[in-house]
């Protein structure tokens, strides 16, 4: 059974930091794509960033340059390190994977679709 836990959510003011968790369990690290995504109250899924199996990195434009994914394959865990956050980045903060990549870029892979496992989601809010 695969199993996805977010941790590291909480509420900071605005040009703080966060540092996101996922523990990923029963799917192998070294062949999954993984992604965060966020969703605000009465809006859509956003991809915020995702990392293919051979390590490439992607990133919404709206973050880019703010926050950095990264996965330690040994503790099976995705991370997404924001910085300089704003009240816009405020949201339900999502960890999705998938066993293998279905899209052959990062940008790509910010499509919701992509992704068959999903984590319950972990709280950001940014004050201003």
């Known amino acids: 059974q695969v199993q996805l836990v977010e941790s590291g959510g909480g509420s900071v003011q605005a040009g703080g930091s966060l540092r996101l968790s996922c523990a990923v369990s029963?799917?192998?690290?070294?062949?999954?794509?993984m992604a965060w995504f966020r969703q605000a109250p009465g809006k859509g899924r956003e991809g915020v960033a995702t990392i293919l199996s051979d390590g490439t990195t992607g990133y919404a434009d709206s973050v880019k340059g703010r926050f950095t994914i990264s996965k330690d394959n040994a503790k099976n865990t995705l991370y997404l390190q924001m910085n300089s956050l704003s009240p816009e980045d405020s949201g339900m903060y999502y960890c999705?994977?998938?066993?293998?990549?279905?899209?052959?870029?990062?940008?790509?892979?910010?499509?919701?679709?992509?992704?068959?496992?999903w984590g319950q989601g972990t709280q950001v809010s940014v004050s201003s």
């Open positions: 999705a994977a998938n066993d293998g990549c279905s899209a052959t870029s990062a940008s790509s892979m910010l499509v919701s679709s992509h992704y068959f496992y």
């Open positions: 029963g799917l192998p690290s070294s062949s999954n794509c």
